[in-house]
């Protein structure tokens, strides 16, 4: 399922309710991306491996195995499991 706040759909219906539903689109091989704090960020899959990072910043990846230790990224001065239910959703997959 391809979601996308800029063809029609509400902000709020992108936006992950909680953490588990972050987890479980993560193990699915969902994609985000997501504003915080006026910065962009993107969730991607690759080499089996869930990649986070500033949009077009490959100096800020992240790449670990678990949805749980992406969660401990710093976006901002926040990590991520503190954040994910309240960020913009640009983009979402499953």
């Known amino acids: 399922m391809y979601t996308n706040c800029n063809f029609g759909r509400m902000e709020d219906e992108d936006r992950f309710k909680t953490i588990s539903e972050f987890k479980e689109c993560m193990v699915r091989g969902g ?6 704090k006026g910065i962009h960020y993107s969730v ?16 800020t990846e992240m790449l ?23 960020v913009t959703i640009l983009l979402r997959t499953i």
Request: with cysteine; glycine share 2%.
């Open 44 to 59: 991607t899959h690759y080499n089996d491996n869930i990649s986070i990072s500033h949009s077009c910043r490959q100096d």
């Open 31 to 36: 994609e985000v991306e997501f504003l915080w």
């Open 64 to 86: 670990r195995k678990t949805a749980d230790e992406i969660m401990e990224y710093m976006v901002g001065e926040d990590r991520l499991r503190d954040v994910i239910t309240q």
